[in-house]
């Protein structure tokens, strides 16, 4: 059975980086797309980027300058780095597989629970 | 970006009702489009993609559109059913999603 567990911190100042890891069991991080999710009452679910196995990765033009995604294959992990937060950045952060890349179309096909991280002093 | 734009927002219904939510996007996306299902405080669910319902997604669910227009149909209402629902394009990147249409018990 394949899980996805977001992990880290759940406050964050304002200004600061925002650091969230996704640790994926029960799945080969090869040959799917892994991306972060973010879901707000203001903005709804917005998509932040993804990362392939192999290290490359796309980003949604609205966060590009301050999103990082990387990837560890050894340890079935990605990471999302957000910088300079600021309330705005307050959501449920979910980590989600997408389908394989043999798949015409993409979609997340299964996320984590999600995990709160609120931007406050 | 593509808008991906859902209606209704909400809807009250009862069980054994069908239900339509219209999904439309500010451009053509072929058939590019998936559809999810959110419960209170639970990640979303993809119940369609790829042209295709998933595995264990009931039969009273059904899909059509193509290009600009998509509707997601729950036929016979069941009260597992009550949920949010959000289409989602991946035509093209950024992947957008619609604002969400809440299926309500009446």
């Known amino acids: 059975q394949v899980q996805l567990q977001e992990s880290g911190p759940g406050l964050v100042k304002p200004s600061e980086t925002l650091s969230l890891t996704c640790t994926v069991s029960g799945s080969s991080m090869s040959p799917y797309y892994w991306s972060w999710i973010r879901q707000s009452p203001g903005k709804g679910l917005e998509w932040i980027g993804y990362i392939y196995y192999t290290g490359s990765t796309s980003y949604n033009p609205s966060l590009k300058s301050r999103v990082t995604i990387s990837v560890d294959t050894s340890k079935n992990q990605f990471s999302l780095n957000l910088t300079s937060v600021t309330a705005a950045d307050t959501a449920v952060f979910y980590c989600a597989r997408g389908a394989p890349t043999s798949s015409w179309s993409q979609y997340f096909q299964l996320w984590g629970q999600g995990t709160l991280v609120t931007v406050s002093s | 970006d593509i808008q991906m734009t859902q209606s209704p927002s909400s809807l009250s219904a009862s069980v054994g009702d069908t239900v339509t939510i219209t999904c439309r996007a500010s451009?053509?996306?072929?058939?590019?489009l998936n559809w999810y299902q959110q419960k209170p405080g639970k990640a979303p669910i993809l119940i369609y993609a790829?042209?295709s319902f998933q595995s264990g997604v009931p039969s009273r669910f059904s899909a059509s559109g193509a290009g600009t227009g998509f509707t997601l149909t729950i036929s016979s209402l069941q009260s597992e059913d009550f949920a949010t629902y959000y289409c989602?394009?991946?035509?093209?990147?950024?992947?957008?999603f619609g604002q969400g249409s809440k299926v309500e018990l009446k």
């Open positions: 451009q053509r996306i072929s058939s590019y």
């Open positions: 790829a042209s």
């Open positions: 989602q394009q991946s035509y093209t990147i950024p992947w957008t």
